[in-house]
């Protein structure tokens, strides 16, 4: 069997390729990321009202009978002394910023795909979401390497080059020991430095490191940009199976899970759910629009429940 052929038959399984992220393209035509759009959870009926501009300033007119008042523009009332109304336009386009986790702990799966497959995809259908409604769009790509970041451009050849750069990292290769173990922190470190004020910012990972210097990064984004998190995991981290005792490795230790040991599997589960718990806290206090995959879901799957279709 050839070397092309055992890729095309691995391509979204364990790794990606350029055609294939660029073939979501089509897929993600009917989804929207306007603000007011996505649901912020997966039971309540409200929607997420994004804290980014949304409507730009277009210029200050005298006030007409059944303005609203809370729109009044008092500088230049305060230079005419009559009522001016400020007036609002919509933004056109903005600047869509992700950040895809592609560390160690993406790379696993006991069923359907990685999760760094799944972020990849999840990345792409959000992309051309994005890129169909006229926004500009980059990121940047955290692993153990050093990060990458494409900044936010128009058009789709910038679009497929951050793509095809996902697909192409370094980190998909086997060897995932090297560098830092501090990338999350100094990736949304770096991330705060070139978020730019109105920004939609797309957060993409399973959120394994996130701890309160993290959440303190992501507070401080909140405080200016738009947000939504994507969670992916794998079903094997919600809970290990009763009957049997598994042996796992990281490529360099090795140990036994025994699932036969309630205490064991109680503290396995107990430290998914305080993961996954600590995620949804903080989309629900900060109302984040939160979306959780499964390494067995196909993506558009959850995202077309969320994200409402355009009309």
Request: proline fraction near 6%; charge should be positive; glycine fraction near 8%.
């Amino acid at each position: 069997m050839s070397s092309q052929v055992v890729q095309d038959e691995l391509d979204g399984l364990i790794r990606v390729s350029p055609r294939h992220l660029a073939r979501l393209q089509g897929p993600a035509a009917g989804l929207t990321l306007r603000p007011g759009h996505i649901r912020t959870n997966e039971q309540g009926p409200h929607l997420s009202v994004f804290k980014g501009r949304g409507m730009e300033f277009a210029e200050s007119r005298p006030y007409q009978a059944g303005d609203d008042i809370r729109q009044l523009d008092w500088r230049v009332m305060a230079r005419t002394g009559k009522p001016h109304t400020k007036l609002f336009q919509e933004e056109r386009e903005r600047p869509v910023l992700f950040w895809v986790d592609l560390g160690p702990s993406q790379f696993f799966a006991t069923r359907g795909a990685y999760k760094a497959v799944r972020a990849a995809e999840i990345t792409a259908l959000l992309s051309w979401a994005a890129f169909h409604q006229g926004n500009r769009v980059g990121g940047i790509i955290a692993s153990r390497h050093a990060p990458v970041l494409y900044k936010p451009m128009r058009g789709k050849p910038s679009l497929l080059r951050f793509l095809g750069g996902l697909a192409q990292h370094p980190a998909w290769e086997q060897d995932r020991s090297q560098r830092s173990d501090t990338y999350y922190e100094s990736g949304l470190a770096n991330l705060r430095r070139i978020a730019h004020p109105g920004s939609l910012i797309v957060l993409v990972s399973d959120f394994h490191h996130i701890d309160e210097r993290e959440l303190k990064h992501l507070s401080a984004l909140h405080r200016h940009c738009e947000m939504m998190m994507n969670f992916v995991y794998d079903p094997f981290e919600q809970q290990l199976p009763r009957s049997t005792t598994i042996p796992v490795t990281d490529g360099k230790f090795r140990l036994r899970l025994n699932g036969r040991d309630a205490r064991t599997a109680q503290d396995y589960q107990g430290h998914f759910q305080q993961r996954i718990q600590q995620v949804r806290d903080f989309s629900d206090r900060y109302q984040i629009p939160l979306i959780e995959y499964s390494s067995l879901d196909n993506p558009i799957e959850p995202m077309s429940k969320r994200l409402r279709r355009h009309a």
